[in-house]
């Protein structure tokens, strides 16, 4: 079992930027892939980003040259920096842990809250 704990998120104007942690606990050697997922009222929840144990990222196209995933191994966590956020990337965001491909989600975080408003 992996435990994951997000922090961040909240109310940004457009054009802003917000920063997402998520740490992990348990058995993380179980993980190929970390990332987020959002979840916007009335939309399915879709893959944003994610990194795996070795660095490489996938973005979904959206928010490619926004959004940045990064990790600190040491403190088992993994980032999320947005930057221009638009009012379409309002939604929940989820932390999830996967294993041993991108789309086997072993563990979601409970969500954060971004919301994009002027």
């Known amino acids: 079992q992996v435990q994951l704990v997000e922090s961040g998120g909240g109310l940004v104007q457009p054009g802003g930027s917000l920063r997402l942690s998520c740490a992990a606990s348990g058995s993380i050697f179980s993980i190929n892939f970390m990332g987020w997922y959002r979840q916007a009222p009335g939309k399915q929840r879709e893959l944003v980003a994610d990194i795996t144990n070795g660095g490489n990222t996938y973005y979904t196209d959206s928010v490619k040259g926004r959004f940045t995933i990064s990790r600190d191994n040491a403190k088992n966590t993994v980032y999320l920096q947005m930057n221009s956020l638009k009012p379409e990337d309002t939604a929940v965001y989820y932390c999830?842990?996967?294993?041993?491909?991108?789309?086997?989600?072993?563990?979601w975080g409970q969500g954060t809250q971004v919301t994009v408003s002027s």
């Open positions: 999830n842990a996967a294993s041993p491909t991108r789309w086997r989600v072993r563990s």
